[in-house]
């Protein structure tokens, strides 16, 4: 079976050596480098050629978001796994769009972190549990349509006038805005509600009592 090559980034000594007795274990895996220094991790993956980056996001100086940045950046083919002890959305979401590959909370590391690697080598995304359910979470509340009261006034007058049958010229009259104005709130509801036709405005202010039957 093909060599894993794997660089460990960490600024705490201790959990790299756990990280390194954990993963020594495999008979595939093999320990090319590690730092604890972000502005070593560049040139050190360019000497090392790792498959895999097993990144600290707390890292001091530049954190581990950027330092995933800049190497995926310059090497696309590497999986970065992100080790965090954060648990919110905004070091998920920030972590992956700067192309992780995987985010395993520190806490589950010694459980998790092998799952992590054979997945991201199948070229698959992996979440540690505790963040498998927040993402699970976010990607629910994301899918519920928003309420009128999501929506900014002017959004619901426009929605409303638009379900009744009036025009976007009827509307500017009504309003006393411009009819460029009307299109761009029109624009904007439909794309917060996802809503795609006249019959579909309808039907939502309808159900949302924001017009009588």
Known sequence: MKTIRILLVDDHQIFREALRSLLEKEPNFMIVGETGNAFDVIKLARETLPGIVCMDIGLPGMNGIQTTQLLVAS??????IALSSHLDQQ????????????????????DELLRAIHAVLK???????????????LMTSKSQPLTPSQLSNREIQVLQLVAEGHTSSAIADKLHIAQATVLVHRR????????????EITRYALTNKILSR
Request: hydrophobic share 45%; aromatic share 8%.
């Open 123 to 137: 070229h698959r995304k992996y979440f540690s549990p505790e963040i498998a359910d927040l993402v699970s979470s």
């Open 188 to 199: 904007n509801f439909m794309k917060k509600l996802n809503l795609h036709n006249a019959a």
């Open 75 to 80: 090497n696309p083919a590497v999986k970065v």
């Open 91 to 110: 070091h998920v979401a920030n972590m992956m769009n700067a192309g992780a590959s995987a985010y395993v909370t520190k806490s589950e590391a010694a």
